[in-house]
């Protein structure tokens, strides 16, 4: 069968675009492998003339990576794990509810997700501070958790709203509460909307730069913070600072490879009215 032309078109104009898209990472990795000079060299070479891993030697001299990275994944795990099961529940109550209040509670949720985490950061660091929780792992975790929650609660409503309710009706006269109804018939329904939902959830809060900034100092610093700190008012070290952007970036690049068929399944599971 022949390509028709529009889908001949739609290819091209897809590969031009992931071209575009994957320019700037292509070349910080480049940058990541030349030596300090070639990265401030003028003007600029796109591949690295000699292969040299100088920037990535300066990166670990100078900064705590593992630390950092630690504090990074626990924080992100944690607080989507926390996300995820609070979210999915709220999620399910309030469309399970009938009542005329789920509406509004809807509503409430979109708005949530809506406001932009800058305009809620100093309150949240005031908050944070009186109840003397800064520079803590735990601190991260419970604002990262209340942050993300209605982006969970979204992102599952719309399953929800695709499982018809005779089966939570059908397990009811099995003699099953709501929790187990839950656990054991909607969630296993539901399973690509929580792997779809644990992923975004997890890179929201592992790229995180603002709430990490002003809720840490030293010991719950993130990797994001921590490489800042190769910037100041009269120093850019580029190439520690594109060897650790490769550094935090990469695992997110082979998990959103891995999980890119469960991802779709769970976008197009979520788009599907039952």
């Avoid at 529940?89 to 509670?105: D, E, M, P, T, V």
């Avoid at 520690?240 to 935090?248: E, I, K, L, R, Y």
């Avoid at 990469?250 to 979520?270: D, E, N």
């Amino acid at each position: 069968m022949k390509m028709s032309i529009g889908k001949r078109i739609g290819i091209i104009a897809s590969i031009i675009l992931s071209v575009f898209w994957l320019f700037p990472y292509i070349y910080t990795i480049c940058c990541a492998f030349k030596p300090g000079s070639e990265v401030v060299a003028v003007p600029p070479a796109f591949f690295p003339k000699t292969f040299s891993v100088e920037n990535f030697s300066g990166l670990f001299e100078r900064m705590d990576v593992w630390k950092y990275l630690f504090n990074s994944l626990s924080t992100s795990l944690i607080s989507t794990i926390i996300a995820l099961v609070l979210g999915s529940l709220a999620a399910y109550a309030i469309q399970r509810s009938g009542a005329k209040l789920s509406i509004l509670l809807v509503v409430l949720v979109l708005c949530l997700k809506m406001i932009p985490t800058s305009s809620i950061s100093v309150p949240i660091y005031g908050l944070i501070c009186d109840l003397g929780l800064y520079d803590t792992k735990i601190a991260l975790i419970i604002v990262y958790a209340a942050v993300n929650m209605p982006f969970v609660m979204w992102t599952m409503l719309s399953f929800y709203e695709g499982i018809p309710s005779t089966l939570d009706e059908a397990a009811y006269i099995d003699g099953a509460s709501s929790f187990q109804t839950f656990r054991k018939v909607i969630l296993p329904i539901c399973a690509p909307g929580l792997a779809t939902a644990f992923i975004f959830t997890l890179f929201l809060a592992w790229n995180d730069f603002l709430l990490s900034l002003l809720l840490t100092s030293m010991n719950a610093k993130t990797f994001t913070v921590g490489l800042a700190g190769f910037l100041s008012a009269y120093n850019l070290d580029l190439g520690p600072m594109c060897a650790g952007a490769f550094v935090f970036s990469f695992p997110v690049m082979v998990l959103t490879l891995v999980a890119q068929r469960y991802i779709v399944r769970g976008m197009t599971s979520g788009a599907v009215k039952g």
